[in-house]
């Protein structure tokens, strides 16, 4: 995961820092360290040389403390033509109504403690004092489901993509990390 980075930049050591995120590893440890943490659009921001888990999700994303430092990193990240079109974007949306912002019901939740809950709540009644529309709707699937289906995606790329050192058992690879390799392997 990208902890470490998220650290780093949530105690001051660095400025910004990068993170790679296929399953939130950029976001989460954002979430935990009190930054804002980005995982932009698969394909967007180059994965040239990151060792690859999950082709399907793997995204480099920037961390920062604010939200206007990390358009500013992943902005310098992207290549002339993909900035082009997000800044085109960016302008684009300034000139529209603010979008609806979905919320989910709290069956959708899942199980939460109040404190969560309470705070998700808060969020929501912030955004409408914003101005922003807001709708509650229903996921027509469990956050469960959804995990598993990522897991089984990423499980199988996982393996595929690092068998060489999986099936080698001389290969320096860590016991825990090899079994959860190996889970890929039979799907």
């Known amino acids: 995961s990208s902890n470490g980075s998220a650290s780093a930049v949530a105690s001051g050591l660095v400025p910004a820092a990068l993170g790679t995120d296929p399953g939130g590893s950029v976001r989460i440890p954002s979430s935990w360290c009190g930054i804002t943490g980005l995982k932009g659009s698969p394909g967007w921001v180059s994965t040239s040389g990151v060792a690859a888990l999950s082709q399907s999700f793997d995204v480099v994303g920037p961390m920062a403390r604010t939200a206007s430092e990390v358009c500013q990193l992943y902005r310098a990240m992207l290549p002339a033509p993909r900035r082009t079109a997000l800044d085109s974007a960016l302008?684009?949306?300034?000139?529209?109504?603010?979008?609806?912002?979905?919320?989910?019901?709290?069956?959708?939740?899942?199980?939460?403690?109040?404190?969560?809950?309470?705070?998700?709540?808060?969020?929501?009644?912030?955004?409408?004092?914003?101005?922003?529309?807001?709708?509650?709707?229903?996921?027509?699937?469990?956050?469960?489901?959804?995990?598993?289906?990522?897991?089984?995606?990423?499980?199988?790329?996982?393996?595929?993509?690092?068998?060489?050192?999986?099936?080698?058992?001389?290969?320096?690879?860590?016991?825990?990390?090899?079994?959860?390799?190996?889970?890929?392997?039979?799907?």
Request: glycine share 6%.
């Open 91 to 187: 302008k684009k949306a300034t000139q529209q109504p603010l979008p609806t912002l979905i919320f989910l019901d709290d069956a959708s939740l899942g199980k939460l403690d109040a404190e969560m809950l309470a705070a998700y709540r808060a969020s929501q009644a912030r955004c409408e004092l914003l101005g922003f529309p807001v709708m509650v709707r229903a996921i027509p699937c469990s956050f469960a489901d959804m995990a598993e289906n990522w897991a089984g995606i990423s499980g199988v790329e996982g393996y595929l993509n690092n068998r060489k050192w999986v099936d080698d058992p001389t290969a320096p690879l860590d016991d825990a990390v090899r079994s959860n390799f190996l889970q890929g392997s039979k799907t």
